[in-house]
């Protein structure tokens, strides 16, 4: 599919930063049953049909979210603008990137005129979790190890079902913006697409919560969430 590109380097967590359980300060409310993904949104394939750009592809399509569920106006970038922040960040070759990096990037120096106030991982097995990240925190940003399997479901419209033995073609940044009881609702190579958990139980191999400075705003303390200790192991990065 040389159309669908991939580009998420291999998973990097600083040791010194903690799961997010360990940063909130009560324990989170349990999640709804689900939670719809916005209708409004232009997603965009944001260049990602021809660079290895998915990470930040994935910081549009959350901006995108965002915008939408909190009625807030704050400008997209353009391809333009997400070219040139992939290659200074990469050093000027398609290489791809690590979320981390993105994530580090976009918290201390901003990406696109949006700063965020945090972030922490958290396990991509729990579930539980996931529905609430995205459910609270308004999304997650998610990486897997994308099967050829994937692209092709992709190409065809279909949801991406586990299917043994699709070899894996690499690395790929999506997001989640919603969810059902059968899947996670994620964006994609610009596109809205249903990702069932059996796959997400063989591919996703990291997990990160993003609180935005509208959370925090519309949330008070960022639902519960330590900001100064978090922002401390942060600063450690």
């Not at 600083?14 to 916005?38: E, F, M, N, Q, W």
């Not at 990240?133 to 949801?159: D, H, T």
Request: charged share 15%; glycine share 10%.
């Amino acid at each position: 599919m040389s159309d669908l590109k991939l580009g998420k380097l291999d998973a990097v967590r600083h040791h010194g930063l903690s799961d997010l359980a360990t940063y909130t300060k009560h324990k989170l409310p349990a999640p709804p049953a689900s939670v719809d993904a916005p209708t409004t949104v232009r997603w965009g394939m944001d260049l990602n049909d021809s660079l290895g750009i998915c990470t930040i592809a994935g910081v549009d399509h959350l901006l995108g979210a965002w915008n939408a569920d909190l009625g807030e106006p704050d400008p997209r970038p353009d391809d333009a603008q997400m070219k040139a922040t992939y290659l200074t960040l990469t050093g000027g070759a398609d290489t791809g990137l690590n979320e981390q990096t993105v994530l580090t990037t976009w918290q201390r120096e901003g990406l696109f005129g949006n700063k965020i106030a945090a972030f922490a991982p958290f396990s991509p097995h729990d579930i539980a979790t996931m529905h609430q990240v995205v459910a609270f925190y308004r999304g997650a940003y998610l990486g897997i190890q994308c099967p050829q399997s994937a692209q092709q479901q992709f190409s065809e419209g279909k949801p991406w079902t586990y299917v043994p033995g699709s070899p894996v073609e690499g690395g790929h940044c999506i997001v989640a913006v919603g969810y059902t009881s059968r899947a996670l609702l994620c964006v994609s190579w610009g596109q809205l697409v249903e990702v069932t958990y059996p796959f997400l139980s063989h591919f996703l191999d990291e997990a990160w919560a993003i609180i935005s400075h509208e959370v925090v705003e519309f949330g008070s303390d960022g639902v519960g969430v330590d900001l100064p200790s978090l922002l401390a192991d942060i600063a450690s990065i």
